[in-house]
């Protein structure tokens, strides 16, 4: 055996950002597969994808992700223009894809209107395992329509994914935190309740408590989760018509045989959720609560952007954390089909054919490896080998003058020539047997 080349590692000038990454090699039949599921799942569900620019106006994400969230208050990327226009890295889809839905018209559409996205967001908080600063999301919304069954239906598309990914033991997390008819009377109750046990809460918490309690209920301090599992619980302080809702989506889940857990507790960290939120969380979970995913319902997002009355419900799934569970659960993703044919070539003349040659192959779907860069035809032969191809075409100055073409047996060693205008039958009909 040849040794191994030993090369001398070099260090770099410069290096990724703090908490973003390349995606290489091993990691990249993962994403490809993900891709795959998600674009094949949004098809069969009828979404229509939109791809928005990855910088917005920061206000956009002031008004509607609120200003008193961590991800707003904290955790944005920032960049003033040239001309002097502020702007940040979105650090979630959804106020994107209704500053889409508004400035281009998309409400004439007949309601409701089904986008998808799939992207890298942006988030400035310390890197740790699970949070990056650069991560990516796919995104569903359905903007158009309050009806119950539509946060149900969002609910299944996201389990559906998750399922064809071949994840195992996961549950889905859910709550409702009413609306602004509700919300009022259900916050000053859980005001006075926090304010009574003021001195064990987290200094985050005690800051929060005035401008936005709900906050409170999915802090993840040792401390203040004690104190939210005691918490009154807004099912408990539901106007009529939002807890109708819950109850509705509920009955819908059960329809769809789906595992939830109602958490009385998950308030998700944004200020435009109204009734329905929820989240998928692997079983194995630590306490760090490692959500896949989460999204809910946001009846007054569309308004507050500037356009009509518009009910809407949307999810955003995290990929490298459902990369990681994959890895976790050792789930194989599938597998780009390795090549069959190996391509090899001996000299100029024959370079030029072979580079034709191998358009002609693979536009009649052949898969076919090569590398145009080696000229000896026993290191090509080599790498053939290496890769397990089962036929191997080689290519020299003589069969390019005799418009031939030779085909070899990987396995049985055997060389035949053949008319090079005959290729496509004879390498398809050896592939078949
Ligand atoms: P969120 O709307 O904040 O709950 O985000 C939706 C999903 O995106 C989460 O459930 C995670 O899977 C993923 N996610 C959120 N923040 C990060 C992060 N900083 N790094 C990696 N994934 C993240």
Same mark, same amino acid.
């Given at each position: 055996?040849?040794?191994?080349?030993?090369?001398?590692?070099?260090?770099?000038?410069?290096?990724?950002?703090?908490?973003?990454?390349?995606?290489?090699?091993?990691?990249?039949?993962?994403?490809?597969?993900?891709?795959?599921?998600?674009? /094949?799942?949004?098809?069969?569900?009828?979404?229509?994808?939109?791809?928005?620019?990855?910088?917005?106006?920061?206000?956009?994400?002031?008004?509607?992700?609120?200003?008193?969230?961590?991800?707003?208050?904290?955790?944005?990327?920032?960049?003033?223009?040239?001309?002097?226009?502020?702007?940040?890295?979105?650090?979630?889809?959804?106020?994107?894809?209704?500053?889409?839905?508004?400035?281009?018209?998309?409400?004439?559409?007949?309601?409701?209107?089904?986008?998808?996205?799939?992207?890298?967001? $942006?988030?400035?908080?310390?890197?740790?395992?699970?949070?990056?600063?650069? $991560?990516?999301?796919?995104?569903?919304?359905?903007?158009?329509?309050?009806?119950?069954?539509?946060?149900?239906?969002?609910?299944?598309?996201?389990?559906?994914?998750?399922?064809?990914?071949?994840?195992?033991?996961?549950?889905?997390?859910?709550?409702?935190?009413?609306?602004?008819?509700?919300?009022?009377?259900?916050?000053?109750?859980? /005001?006075?309740?926090?304010?009574?046990?003021?001195?064990?809460?987290?200094?985050?918490?005690?800051?929060?408590?005035?401008?936005?309690?709900?906050?409170?209920?999915?802090?993840?301090?040792?401390?203040?989760?004690?104190?939210?599992?005691?918490?009154?619980?807004?099912?408990?302080?539901?106007? *009529?018509?939002?807890?109708?809702? $819950?109850?509705?989506?509920?009955?819908?889940?059960?329809?769809? *045989?789906?595992?939830?857990?109602?958490?009385?507790?998950?308030?998700?960290?944004?200020?435009?959720?109204?009734?329905?939120?929820?989240?998928?969380?692997?079983?194995?979970?630590? *306490?760090?609560?490692?959500?896949?995913?989460?999204?809910?319902?946001?009846?007054?997002?569309?308004?507050?952007?500037?356009?009509?009355?518009?009910?809407?419900?949307?999810?955003?799934?995290?990929?490298?954390?459902?990369?990681?569970?994959?890895?976790?659960?050792?789930?194989?993703?599938?597998?780009?089909?390795?090549?069959?044919?190996?391509?090899?070539?001996?000299? *100029?003349?024959?370079?030029?054919?072979?580079?034709?040659?191998?358009?002609?192959?693979?536009?009649?779907?052949? /898969?076919?490896?090569?590398? $145009?860069?080696?000229?000896?035809?026993?290191?090509?032969?080599?790498?053939?080998?290496?890769?397990?191809?089962?036929?191997?075409?080689?290519?020299?100055?003589?069969?390019?003058?005799?418009?031939?073409?030779?085909?070899?047996?990987?396995?049985?060693?055997?060389?035949?020539?053949?008319?090079?205008?005959?290729?496509?039958?004879?390498?398809?009909?050896?592939?078949?047997?």
């Amino acid at each position: 055996m040849p040794k191994p080349k030993i090369e001398k590692k070099i260090t770099p000038l410069f290096t990724a950002p703090k908490g973003m990454q390349d995606i290489l090699g091993e990691e990249e039949h993962y994403w490809r597969d993900l891709q795959r599921v998600v674009e /094949k799942e949004a098809q069969s569900f009828n979404f229509k994808k939109i791809v928005s620019p990855i910088l917005e106006d920061i206000g956009l994400f002031q008004r509607a992700t609120g200003e008193t969230t961590d991800i707003v208050e904290k955790e944005m990327f920032e960049l003033t223009t040239k001309g002097g226009r502020s702007l940040a890295l979105r650090p979630e889809f959804t106020p994107s894809v209704i500053r889409a839905y508004l400035e281009n018209g998309l409400y004439a559409q007949p309601l409701p209107v089904k986008l998808y996205s799939l992207g890298p967001v $942006f988030r400035y908080a310390q890197p740790q395992a699970g949070r990056k600063r650069q $991560f990516h999301q796919f995104n569903f919304e359905i903007i158009g329509d309050k009806a119950p069954v539509l946060d149900a239906q969002l609910i299944s598309l996201f389990w559906e994914i998750l399922k064809k990914l071949k994840l195992k033991n996961l549950n889905i997390q859910i709550n409702s935190i009413g609306c602004g008819q509700c919300r009022p009377a259900y916050e000053r109750v859980l /005001k006075d309740y926090y304010q009574r046990n003021l001195s064990k809460l987290c200094p985050d918490c005690r800051r929060r408590l005035k401008k936005n309690p709900l906050r409170l209920l999915d802090c993840k301090e040792d401390k203040c989760r004690l104190l939210a599992n005691n918490a009154p619980q807004i099912v408990d302080h539901l106007c *009529e018509e939002c807890h109708d809702h $819950f109850k509705d989506v509920l009955e819908f889940l059960d329809e769809l *045989e789906l595992p939830y857990i109602l958490n009385p507790s998950l308030a998700r960290g944004l200020d435009y959720y109204t009734k329905t939120v929820f989240e998928v969380w692997p079983q194995e979970k630590d *306490e760090r609560q490692i959500s896949l995913g989460g999204g809910g319902r946001y009846d007054l997002l569309v308004k507050l952007l500037g356009g009509r009355d518009t009910a809407a419900v949307g999810f955003a799934g995290g990929i490298e954390r459902i990369i990681d569970l994959m890895k976790v659960q050792k789930v194989e993703p599938a597998k780009v089909a390795p090549p069959q044919v190996y391509l090899a070539q001996l000299g *100029e003349t024959a370079k030029k054919r072979a580079l034709k040659l191998f358009k002609t192959l693979i536009d009649a779907k052949i /898969k076919v490896a090569e590398n $145009f860069s080696k000229d000896s035809l026993k290191s090509q032969l080599r790498t053939a080998n290496r890769l397990g191809v089962r036929i191997s075409l080689i290519l020299g100055q003589k069969e390019v003058l005799e418009e031939t073409i030779i085909i070899r047996d990987m396995t049985t060693g055997v060389q035949e020539v053949v008319d090079i205008k005959k290729i496509v039958g004879e390498v398809k009909k050896r592939l078949r047997r």
